[in-house]
């Protein structure tokens, strides 16, 4: 044992370690909510969803849906640009793993824990915004195009209730370091939420948009544009805009957890338990917040462009100030 | 140094104004595409979202069904003629058989009569529950598809029951429905009356469908998201709807009340006690909703026909090689889809000398160019899908 | 009578949470009470019965058909390719009259061209011809859609009783 600990002491081989662990867990938590939705809105549309693949369950629908993207064949449209064709999945992939990072899951289970950690973890989301735009250009397809143009109007869009939600909670806590805001909510006894109600319900919101999943899948709108910006993207390369957009539900929704739910602690849980129960919890509480989109997805259909944009301008960054100046009332005067 | 009054204003009022150069871009929706109902083009010249000419292109199904229709017998034209509106299959044959039958003179027993009128209240339902399904799908909502489609099966499950097919029914005989297999031998006869079991499944079926609507209703009637995208867009105002043809629920959601099943008596409604949905403002709401009210109207009449059945003969005393006299005839009839008439003219031969078939979404799609002016993409689909067409209605 | 479709008051908000409450409670059910919320079958493991006149496949009994052609004549896709063949058959008492029956040669129902109108076993009047309501017969290519005589005579076996009518 004290070899191995004196092993995962030196940096690189720790180093190493951690980008093993986080490179393994994007493909493994793509696959657990990808599955979990098709069972989930099938059994919402009362019938069964996959059934066959790997015995009675379909557990193993996805890694054959894996299997079947890899051998499919790299098929680039004649007008399309190839290098930034090729590039968008990569970036897109690369800020969904950037958030990973920075995600607490037990009192020093942190891959990295940076003092600016909020921070940086919605400047790495921003960076999809590029990527989705890069797709919709490339591809050298009017759908496309206007798949792009629409996302980047609304990515932009809902990056400033997203940034301004989280700032409430930071406040509160006094630290922009996620493990520090999930300690500061530890030592106050309870978890944000209560408080910070309105940024929750703001930063899920904004959640929703940024990972262009019905109500706001107006990039995508499969009814109208056929896939919008992934229209021509086939094979492993649609694999990494399939993985980026589950694995980043869970990284979102970890993120909102940290800041309002409580993170890896629950009331009335021992502190020598925690190290052990944390990744658990965290885990659950993510789950919840993941199933909620699930669900949101299957029941609603989608904003228009302009109703889209008339929600964030209006509605979500007003609200969001408003609750800016309550709590910083509340802090100063309280 | 003093700043000159003057320069201060002169400054104060300059602005700089650029426009903007968007160029138009020509957008062909179609004739591949997820919403258009069928192979249906559009081409949309729009700037950045918003269409300012859309033309469609039709044709792209054509079959051919006047021109066949010329080589066939009436049997054979009614089994063809079904796969016109193929959402609604049994409500195609009625106003041909019906045509057919001005022509020879024959009186059609009142039994025959009540099963082509359930029948044809099915078919309404069915075609109602699939716009129910389909249309939210187009707007995104991917749940009440699964929903409608659910009920859709148990009201198909009776067409099954009855005349063998769900989609084509091929059911109508001149002069009544299809008496028997074997017609001619006299061995075996079977007669092909309503199995048994019929009625108590109906009332289930249509107990269960009036649930789903109101599922249905409490998932997409009231919600905002809905609301926001149909409320308001693609208005159709009355005078435009009468003057382009518009037929149907369009233009009963455009505020006419106006119902062929009140005004003509090719089948007999007169008998049965329902009530016609009719919109306030014309738009896609309204189209939306007044096709939710049509299906419990249905299911009212089916219940109401059930209860009050004759009992008699399935097929009035026809000659076995009928042979049509000389003539020619309109008849209307209320399709799901709108107004659809056939004119038959008829030189005494077994089948049609000339049939004209008058669609319900021909004229349904001709006020496309007009009421797409101005709109955004999504709305374009909006409007479309609410419209309700089917290419095969269109196209022929 | 008229009814109109008339804007309903509720509350903002409202819409939304009745369409979540219809989701989540679909789900639940068909979770705990798949047998009787559940839609869908699992075909191919279980298979649903289709009602006994459902048009599935067109069975002939060679014994009866005459070669009269008139099921040929009347199909509407000209989908049955009949074939026969004048035959004569032994007196039934010695010094009587030779019998000539036709006989079938080839009785073929092309499946890609067929419309399972029916025209063909309703006009038959020596009732050689029977729906049965038999659907699993997909072929990979598009001549073993062409049913032959054996073949046709085979269903014969799947062709159920006549339902019984309603009162």
Redesign the interface.
Known sequence: MSFLTELFSNFWVSLVGKLLIVALMIPLVGMVIGFAEIKLSAKMQARMGPYFAGGRWGWAQLIADGVKFFQKEDLIPDQADRPVFKLAPVLVLVSTVGLLVVIPFGPDLIFRDLSVGIFYALAISSLSTVGVLMAGWSSGNKYSLMGGLRAAGQLIAYELPLVLAVIGSVMLAGTMSMSGIVEAQIAAGYPYVILQFLGFGIFMIAALAELSRIPFDMPIAESELVMGYLTEYSGFRFLFFFLAEFANMFSLSAIAVTLFLGGYWLPGIPESVLPYAGPVILLAKTFLLVFAMIWFRWTFPRFREDQLQSLAWRWLIPIALANILITGAFKVYL | MVLDQDLVRHLSEASVSVELETPEMTLNIGPQHPSTHGVLRLVARVDGERAFDVQPVIGYMHRGYEKISEVRTYPQVTTLVNRIDWVSGYANEVPFIVAAEKLLGVEVPERAQFIRLILTEMARISSHLIFMASYPLELGAATPLFFALRERERVLDLLEGVTGGRFHPNFNRIGGVKPAYGSGSATRKVIQDLPAGFFAETRVAMDKVLYAVDELDALVADNEIIVARTKGVGILPPDVAASFGVSGPNLRASGVKFDLRKVEDYLPYHLFDFEIPVGENGDCWDRWHVRLLEIRQSVRIVQQAIDGIPSGPLQAKVPKIIKVPLGETYVRAENPKGEMGYYLVSNGNQGPYRLKIRTASFSNISILPWILEGVLIPDIIAIMGSLDFVLGDVDR | ??????E?R?L?????V???????Y??F???FRPGK????I?YPVVKET??????GVIALDQEACTVCMLCAR?C?DWCIYIEGHKEEKEPDKPGGRIKVRNTLDRFDIDYALC?????C???????ALF?SPEYEYSETQMGDMLHDMDRLQGWLATVPP??????
């Open positions: 009578m008229t009814t109109k479709t008339t309903r509720v903002p908000g409202m819409g939304m009745k369409g979540l409450w219809v989701t989540i679909t789900m059910r068909t979770i919320y559940l839609a869908t699992n289709p009602v006994a006149r459902a048009r009347q509407p419309m399972y109108c029916g025209i076993v309703e006009v038959c009047p020596f009732d729906w006549d339902p019984e009518l309603e009162k």
